[in-house]
């Protein structure tokens, strides 16, 4: 009996131990569950020191063309050719629009058979002068001249009537705009289309006199202006997009009203967006008189702990992490926020998403 129990001891160890190495290799072939990935914040990314982070002014208005001319007939009838579109580019001399011509063209022949006579009366009296001094009277000789000089003027006159029957484009541009209808009953003066050249653009803006009794030195040219000041233009359609431009107008008189000076900035039609007249926008320029080190950031780029201290999300450029950053503030300038202390020139700081961000996190560069 006892070999027998002994028997069935070892039989049930044997399989209790392959039991446990069944469990093990199952246990031992599991794979791992995988890590899940790291989110990476996409955020707006700005380096202090960079266009957009120094002491600046900004000054809404809208986009102009440089050049721009109401067109109009000097002489009224009826249109008979109108060529063009609106949107269509037109070159210096293009035919924009004819009238009909018929009035004219017989008012000049008139004038043309008046001028003929009156020079002939005056070569017939001219002669008769000459072969007899006192068959005509000078005073007839005068009259005669008189006449012819008379029927030139009208001729000018008339031959002028004719050719403005045409209208021609006075620079090449764009056609911005018709006014009128085709084969429309126009009067002399009335406008009939709107002429651009977009290939630069302009934009006014008024200035407060605050702003323009501290602008650089007195007397200085247009283009040293333009160097200290480093305009921009910021339409509000692209606001990630910033256009240099150059001063090419300011006003020495102030508006007697908003007791503002308009200034006007030119600025080149960029060719990968369309940027048209009558859009929104904004002049950023550098403060002038104001100190270089001055940091100036977005306002929305700046968040508050629990104890009130500001701060902002400083960038690790290696990693890509971000870490608080305290800051002191100055006082607002627009939609900025001058930075008194905390930053310097180099330091990357998001300037989007700042409400999501913590610290440790990593973030990618958004790109728009």
Known sequence: MQLRSRGRGSMLAVRLGSLACLLLAVVGCREEPPQRAVAVQPAKLLTIGESGSGAAREYP????????????????????????????????????????????????DSAIA??????????????????????????RLDADKRGVEVAEARTREAEKAYEDTILRAPFGGVVGRKLVDDFANVQAKQPILVLQDVSHLEMVVNVPERDFATRPRAGASLDELTDQ?????????????EFPARLKEIATTADPVTRTFAVTFRFANPEDVNVL????AKVVVRAAGGATDQVLIPAHAVAAASDGQSFVWLVDPDSMTVSRRPVTLGPLQGDQVQVRSGLGAGDV??????????????????ER
Do not use: C, W
Request: aromatic share 4%; hydrophobic share 40%; net charge neutral.
């Open 349 to 366: 700081i998001a300037i989007s998403g700042v409400a999501v961000l913590r610290d440790g996190m990593q973030v990618r560069r958004f």
């Open 277 to 280: 007249p009558g859009m929104t």
């Open 61 to 108: 208005g809208v986009v102009s063309a440089a050049q721009r001319a109401d067109l109009a007939f000097e002489v009224s009838g009826q249109m008979i050719e109108f060529p063009v579109d609106e949107g269509d580019p037109v070159d210096k001399g293009a035919v924009l629009g004819r009238l009909d011509p018929r009035d004219y063209q017989a008012r000049l």
């Open 114 to 139: 008046i001028l003929r006579k009156a020079q002939a009366d005056y070569r017939r009296t001219s002669n008769l002068h000459k072969e007899d001094p006192g068959a005509i009277a000078l005073t």
């Open 229 to 241: 000041i480093q305009p921009r233009i910021v339409v509000s359609s692209l606001p990630d997009r």
